[in-house]
């Protein structure tokens, strides 16, 4: 159920993050489902290839955007298990994404671009420095639950006390920005830009066309509700009625969505150099949360 809920959020995901920048910057703006009218387009388009490139670019986009649906796979949805959940998933969640980077990062460099080489460098350090940030996290709520599969650990995850507040506030806060690192948003990075001395992202699909630039738009919108998902895991009871928790899952998307816009609009980009210490920052939070745990279950006492 949640992979199909995923795809239907990831429809109008990128639409409403790109309606609400235009209504805050006082333009009329596209319509909703007009970045999916974008991919249809390029869908229909043939590709452009490099000569200088391998067969690494022209498997890239294809594999990136399988292992996106794979660990979409392994996500729960509020009080239904996963169609791929087992012990310790939640490590084969991060390297199934990790997989799908490394072979995008590496088509970049076989390009033999030097802006697309700087761009996948980039790339590469932020998700190092992402992913200490995510592994603390689900080991702190891990600690706290007593389970290791992400089904069990959403189920047993209750917000019975002022602790578990804390713990939900920081889990979703870590998810929201791990989300805009992973799909290369403000603060990291700017979607927009042209300037390719300050691209991440962007840069690294220079040589991309056609059909496989629409792979790579579609694995972006899927990545962002797939964190919708992560986040709705928290804030969605299990023991809700089915309908209740399908419509609070759209909501859960749909305030994600305006709440990127809304930080894109009034958030400015870091500069370059800072980027890697905002990144920490994550750890360092989740570290908090890994404290309080400790404390929780009295394993700081004695």
């Known amino acids: 159920?949640?992979?199909?809920?995923?795809?239907?959020?990831?429809?109008?995901?990128?639409?409403?993050?790109i309606r609400v920048k235009s209504l805050l910057s006082g333009r009329k703006g596209p319509g909703i489902m007009q970045p999916w009218r974008n991919i249809l387009l390029l869908l229909r388009k043939?590709?452009?290839?490099?000569?200088?490139?391998?067969y690494i670019f022209r498997l890239a986009p294809t594999i990136y955007l399988c292992t996106i649906l794979c660990a979409i796979l392994l996500l729960p949805f509020p009080g239904v298990p996963s169609l791929l959940g087992f012990e310790g998933d939640f490590v084969l969640?991060?390297?199934m994404l990790a997989l799908g980077k490394f072979l995008f990062i590496i088509s970049a460099m076989d390009t033999g671009s030097s802006f697309e080489g700087m761009g996948a460098s980039r790339?590469?350090?932020?998700?190092?420095?992402?992913?200490?940030?995510?592994?603390?996290?689900?080991?702190t709520l891990a600690l706290l639950t007593g389970f290791?599969?992400?089904?069990?650990?959403?189920?047993s995850f209750q917000f019975a006390g002022h602790n578990s507040f804390i713990l939900g506030f920081i889990a979703v806060y870590l998810l929201i920005q791990i989300a805009m690192i992973e799909n290369s948003r403000m603060p990291i990075d700017d979607p927009k830009t042209h300037l390719e001395l300050t691209m991440i992202h962007e840069v690294m699909i220079l040589d991309h066309s056609g059909f496989d630039l629409a792979l790579i738009h579609i694995g972006?919108?899927?990545?962002?509700?797939?964190?919708?998902?992560?986040?709705?895991?928290?804030?969605?009871?299990?023991?809700?009625?089915?309908?209740?928790?399908?419509?609070?899952?759209?909501?859960v998307q749909v305030t994600m969505a305006v709440l990127i816009?809304?930080?894109?609009?009034?958030?400015?980009?870091?500069?370059?150099?800072?980027?890697?210490?905002?990144?920490?920052?994550?750890?360092?939070?989740?570290?908090?949360a890994f404290i309080l745990v400790l404390l929780i279950t009295f394993k700081m006492i004695g």
């Open 1 to 17: 159920m949640g992979f199909v809920l995923v795809i239907a959020a990831a429809l109008f995901f990128p639409g409403i993050i």
């Open 220 to 251: 972006t919108a899927l990545k962002f509700s797939m964190y919708g998902l992560l986040i709705a895991n928290f804030l969605i009871p299990p023991q809700f009625p089915l309908i209740i928790r399908i419509l609070l899952f759209f909501v």
């Open 93 to 95: 969640f991060a390297y």
């Open 123 to 139: 790339e590469a350090l932020y998700s190092m420095l992402a992913e200490p940030a995510f592994f603390i996290l689900f080991g």
């Open 46 to 54: 043939g590709n452009v290839i490099s000569t200088t490139t391998s």
């Open 261 to 288: 816009g809304l930080m894109e609009s009034f958030r400015a980009r870091k500069k370059l150099a800072k980027n890697p210490q905002f990144i920490v920052t994550l750890s360092s939070i989740g570290l908090v």
């Open 148 to 155: 290791s599969s992400m089904q069990p650990i959403f189920d």
